[in-house]
């Protein structure tokens, strides 16, 4: 299961001074500092003041037991998605974690471990993580005020996820990414040679780990149970002495003294999976952290709250007596890649032959593999070559006539190429980990790493998109023209392996930092998101509508996110949407009418910050459903926001395939709820006018707007006049769509029972035409400029979260 999003994540670049301690208090700590050194100074001291605090509340206690009660505190004490402590995050886990870790053992102090009572003292050992925690944020956020690159706030935001968030995947999605990343033959030995087991024994081992802690829960529940139970209608003197005694004997490993309880020790690992000691051991090493009185308390801290958390890769803690204890995360949670490409020497053959021949393949192969479940057709190339030009202004060249090739241009490589109808998308894949340095908040290092992936992966997209733009086509490899005159809309996605957060989602943050293309930049993903939105998908012009509103809106400027699924999720409840301007789409449509007012008033009030909250409830529980318990209700799938009655014909025209299938379901979903039901509404009066009188009407709908200017032509006829009603309605297609300068037009012939029974598109490049010129004056048209208003095509349905707060 995917971790819920702690309220400290969700408000990454501001604070809600209502919900979090006394930020006026807190903020105003940092508030004369005038350096970096400075606000690191303060933080380090308050890490100083409340590591001794947190110490000294439980110095006679065993690490252990405050490690588990910790984690009894900050997660809820089932699988079950839909149960989620409100205010507990991991990060609390880790802070305690490492205050413990800063002792000689376990237990130095004397005193008998049941005569101490460390579950006392969470509530106020949670509350002075938790305010460590947003001191670090605060830190953050105030030395990203005090650079002047480009990229600090997006590094302060990236370093603020990555301290915040854990287990980034969902279950099924990581595992199924894992095993075609570790599991085969190539990387098998490889894992063997580095770290001393391959995936299979890390699987079994984690399962082990897991059937054992959970085992030791259900038995000490169960028990406990039966007791309480037995004597539920009994007064408490009445039980039993040696059942009350046995009650607590259940009770104190249960919720009070957790930590032998917890534990989970190699040889049983070993024994429950089916593998030697020592396999069991060196998975468990690999992933586990010592006690060492060498560094302090305070170091340790200060360490993971600026730079390295080790618990991101190294969750478990050791006593080096064969028992080991987790702190957040399983072994091998969204960890085992940085592990394993860790233990590769840096430049050898193996790190060589592990990124070209598996690493890059595999992420190309997942990426295309869900693109195609999203999109529901295959790709149309894949892992291709064709030919690019060799100088910025030679992209002209190399049209369908140019005979020089090699001399004009070079053969480069493409990840995948899906060519829908008259929609084209570029895919260019990236494999390559964000280096440490970079997660650290190392700006420098983050800007050349953005560069190194999400910079040329958009490159190499728009350098293709160029050329179909330009040239209508491409040279394949093999000296081949790939006719791609017919493409009127391209769109580019760059997917990346790593989960990158806020990196992706600040598209204006990269723009200004030249890391992406200023106009029309790619919607960049990871492999992780691709994956859980071809799961929650139910429409190709869904996902359409999302790659236009990320990459070419307003949405692209106004909003931030810290999880790219958040955006996604919030775009399905009918959000993620800003009026556009209506002067840029008055420039962009000649013949739209003029902006009004309240045109310009709803712009002004849409364009603005936008930071989005966590919108993913309803996903995390439907994502993990599997561990719900049989025979309660199971939660239904997320979709997208629309009014119900159009999904009929929606269906209806994905299945037919016909010309203008995919831009045309993606232009009707993207109408407000109002504007969906008004067009159901001219369908079934203009049947119902046929029915009557026996003859065929029409109507026509168009929505000028930044994508184009669409126009909707809707006609229906009696019966055996079908042919005829075709024939006329495309005919004042052409003359109409001709007169209003529209770019597509969509022609919808329906029965007079509303059943649809043909379809046209027109998508052909607009000139003056003197015979469309006749035809508009024969059939009378209405000059454009004396048209009534056209149902604005405002896309917002009402939904209960539209979005976080307005910054």
């Keep these: ?220 529940r169960d028990d406990s149970g039966d007791i309480l139970m037995r004597y539920r209608d009994v007064h408490p003197s009445k039980v039993p002495r040696e059942d009350r005694e046995r009650f607590m004997e259940l009770m104190i490993p249960f919720i009070f003294l957790p930590g032998d309880r917890a534990v989970t020790r190699h040889e049983d690992v070993a024994a429950v999976a089916g593998i030697t000691v020592e396999t069991a051991d060196a998975v468990l090493s690999s992933y586990s952290q ?146 440490p340095q970079a997660r650290r908040g190392d700006v420098k290092r983050l800007q050349t790493d953005l560069k190194a992936t999400l910079g040329d992966g958009c490159d190499q997209a728009k350098r293709l998109e160029q050329l179909i733009s330009s040239n209508q086509g491409v040279w394949l490899g093999n000296r081949s023209w790939l006719d791609l005159s017919h493409i009127r809309e391209i769109r580019c996605i760059v997917a990346v392996l790593d989960d990158i957060g806020p990196l992706g989602t600040a598209l204006d943050d990269l723009k200004m930092a030249g890391i992406v293309s200023e106009t029309d930049p790619p919607w960049v993903a990871s492999l992780h998101d691709l994956a859980t939105i071809a799961q929650v998908s139910d429409r190709a012009g869904e996902f359409l509508l999302y790659l236009r509103r990320r990459t070419s809106s307003d949405v692209t400027t106004h909003y931030r996110a810290v999880d790219e699924l958040d955006l996604y999720m919030l775009f399905l409840e009918g959000g993620l949407y800003v009026e556009p301007d209506p002067e840029l789409v008055r420039e962009l449509n000649p013949t739209a009418p003029p902006a009004k007012q309240r045109d310009r008033r709803r712009h002004a009030q849409d364009a603005v910050g936008t930071m989005v909250t966590d919108h993913c409830h309803d996903l995390n529980v439907w994502m993990g459903r599997d561990a719900i318990p049989i025979g309660e209700h199971h939660p239904e799938k997320p979709s997208f926001n ?66 184009g200017h669409p126009a909707l032509f809707l006609a229906t006829c009696p019966p055996g006049t079908h042919g005829t009603a075709a024939s006329h309605l495309l005919r004042y297609m052409s003359a109409k769509r001709y007169q209003l300068r529209s770019d597509r037009a969509y022609g919808l012939l329906f029965a007079q029972d509303g059943q649809l029974q043909r379809t046209h598109y027109i998508n052909s490049p607009i000139s003056d035409d003197p015979a469309l010129d006749m035809v508009v004056d024969e059939l009378r048209l209405e000059p454009v400029g004396e048209q009534s208003r056209p149902i604005p095509p405002s896309a917002r349905r009402t939904t209960k979260r539209l979005r976080g707060k307005s910054r």
């Design 290 to 435: 010592r006690f060492d009185a060498t560094i302090s308390a305070g170091a340790r801290v200060f360490e993971l709250l600026t730079s390295t958390n080790p618990y991101l890769a190294t969750p478990l803690v050791s006593d080096d007596d064969g028992n080991y204890l987790s702190t957040v995360n399983d072994v091998g949670l969204d960890s085992l890649r940085r592990v394993f490409e860790k233990a590769l020497p840096p430049n050898s053959l193996e790190m060589r032959k592990y990124d070209k021949r598996n690493r890059q393949i595999v992420s190309e192969r997942l990426a295309i593999e869900h693109l195609e479940a999203i999109l529901g057709e295959p790709v149309a190339h894949s892992g291709f070559t064709y030919y690019a030009a060799t100088t910025p202004t030679g992209t002209s060249e190399l049209g369908p006539q140019c005979t020089n090739l090699t001399e004009v241009g070079k053969e480069v490589e493409g990840d995948g190429l899906f060519l829908i109808d008259d929609v084209a998308i570029i895919v260019e894949v990236k494999a390559k980990s964000i280096a």
């Design 642 to 707: 629309i009014e119900p009655n159009l999904i009929p014909l929606l269906e209806e025209i994905a299945t037919r395939k016909e010309p203008g299938w995919l831009r045309l379901t993606t232009d009707l979903l993207g109408l407000s709820g109002d504007t969906q039901r008004k067009v159901l509404n001219a369908i079934r009066e203009c049947a119902r006018r046929t029915r009557q009188d026996g003859d065929r009407h029409e109507c026509v709908l168009s929505f000028a707007g930044l994508w």
């Design 1 to 220: 299961m995917r971790a819920a999003r702690d309220p400290l994540r969700r408000v990454i670049g501001d604070v809600d001074p209502g919900q979090f301690g006394d930020p006026v208090r807190e903020l105003s700590l940092f508030a004369e500092c005038a350096t970096p050194s400075d606000l690191r100074a303060i933080l380090r001291s308050e890490v100083e003041n409340e590591t001794t605090a947190i110490a000294e509340l439980v110095a006679d206690a065993d690490a252990f037991d405050v490690i588990e009660l910790m984690r009894m505190r900050e997660f809820a004490p089932v699988p079950d998605p839909r149960v989620v402590v409100p205010d507990g995050t991991a990060l609390p886990v880790e802070i305690v974690a490492a205050v413990m870790l800063s002792r000689p053992s376990r237990k130095p102090d004397p005193r008998p471990r049941d005569e101490t009572r460390p579950h006392e003292h969470i509530t106020e050992i949670h509350d002075r993580a938790q305010r460590l925690g947003r001191l670090a944020l605060y830190r953050l956020q105030f030395e990203a005020r005090m650079s002047g690159h480009p990229l600090a706030r997006l590094a302060a935001e990236y370093q603020g996820a990555v301290l915040n968030i854990r287990n980034l995947q969902y279950d099924e999605v990581r595992r199924e990414q894992d095993e075609r990343l570790f599991d085969n033959q190539l990387v098998a030995p490889l894992m063997r040679q580095f770290l001393g087991y391959d995936y299979p024994e890390l699987m079994k081992v984690r399962s082990a780990v897991t059937k054992l802690a959970g085992g030791r829960m259900t038995q000490l």
